[in-house]
């Protein structure tokens, strides 16, 4: 093949890449205005969108700026931050299966909250339909913060020592993973019914918690971290060739890891200090958008990160519409949506 047919090729391919990931935010601008309008209060479609813009009755406005579109907004920034996280995990771990999770931070965020709430941050109510409250929701996000991102923190400085080696970091996050996977079981089988009710629903994934404070101090680390990787862009590429070809192109593989999984835990650390555990996304979208997009970074993160924000707002419009008067918690959408997917990918890799 001539350098001439090599750039058409090559012209062609970016041209797909870019029609795709614009396909992708249209689509994440679609699903949020559907998500905006969906809801069980039999609201109109144009009564929906007036009050997105603050005109109409107040208890219409009230629906939509203090309740749908917070979670709205929260599954955009959160889905669009679990995806790019997984990307990067996966290039700079050299595993495809990695995640999010992979450090342990989900366990370790689950282990504080349940320990916060323990301690005297959470209660069961028996008013209103017996609905779980958490008294002091910002202490038990700090108290899964603190945990999460520590375990990261100890994750990575102990694999400086081997060279981080991507075998070295996986082990270590699924040791700590299983530990506060065991600490959080210990305490909740000393806990009593009540408190125990509790600290069980904040683990479920649930972005009705989310409140426009919350939602900036998600997109405070998301934003600032995609700018860092999409710069990356090209030394993921090399590090996809090997660490030896990253090496010979001059990228320091040490560093690269290292400021790479601290931002990715960090988005993670936050998303489910503030929202829960929400599994798959991480994993299915970039592998998903690998096969349509290529593996150029440059071009798999954003789509991996609109692919993200769609799969999140359609598990939120699900959870909120499949069985009437109740919310279910999105996490678990997110894993039968995204279960029979992980399925299939590797199904069609082992092919």
């Known amino acids: 093949m001539d350098s ?15 029609y795709i990931i614009f ?8 699903l949020f205005l559907v998500s905006v309008v969906v809801g069980q209060s039999g609201m109109r479609f144009s009564t929906a969108v007036k009050a997105l813009f603050g005109v109409g009755e107040g208890k219409d ?21 679990l995806a790019i996280s997984g990307h990067v995990m996966q290039t700079t771990l050299q595993n495809p299966l990695a ?26 109510a028996g008013t209103a339909g017996n609905v779980l409250n958490v008294n002091d929701p910002y202490v038990v996000a700090l108290s899964a ?8 923190l100890f994750v990575l400085f102990i694999a400086k020592f081997r060279r981080f080696s991507p075998v070295t970091v996986v082990l270590l996050g699924v040791a700590f993973g299983a530990l506060f996977g065991a600490l959080t079981t210990l305490v909740q089988y000393l806990s009593d019914d009540q408190v125990l009710a509790a600290a069980v629903y904040w683990s479920f994934g649930d972005l009705s918690r989310a409140s426009y404070l919350k939602i900036s101090l998600i997109a405070g680390c998301v934003l600032p971290s995609f700018i860092v990787f999409f710069l990356f862009g090209w030394r993921y590429n090399a590090l996809s060739a090997g660490d030896e070809t990253a090496r010979s192109l001059g990228v320091r593989l040490s560093a690269l890891r290292l400021v790479s999984l601290l931002l990715a835990s960090l988005i993670t650390a936050v998303s489910v200090s503030f929202v829960g555990v929400i599994g798959f996304v991480g994993i299915v979208c970039p592998q998903l958008m690998k096969r349509f997009v290529g ?17 999140l707002l359609l598990s939120d419009m699900i959870a909120r519409v499949i069985v009437p008067g109740m919310n279910l918690p999105v996490g678990a959408v997110t894993a039968i949506i995204g279960a029979p997917f992980f399925v299939y990918i590797l199904l069609r890799r082992e092919k």
């Open 61 to 81: 406005v009230r629906i939509v700026q203090y309740v749908r579109l917070p979670r709205v907004l929260a599954a955009v920034v959160v889905g669009f931050g």
């Open 23 to 30: 396909g992708l935010a249209v689509l994440t601008a679609v």
């Open 4 to 18: 001439e047919a090599t750039h058409r090729l090559y012209r062609k391919k970016k041209a797909r890449s870019l």
């Open 99 to 124: 995640s999010p999770s992979t450090l342990g931070v989900s366990n370790a965020a689950v282990f504080g909250a349940n320990l916060a709430i323990v301690l005297g941050a959470g209660t069961f």
């Open 295 to 311: 593996s150029d970074s440059r071009y798999l993160l954003p789509a991996s990160g609109f692919a993200g924000a769609s799969l």
């Open 145 to 152: 913060f603190v945990f999460s991102f520590g375990t990261v």
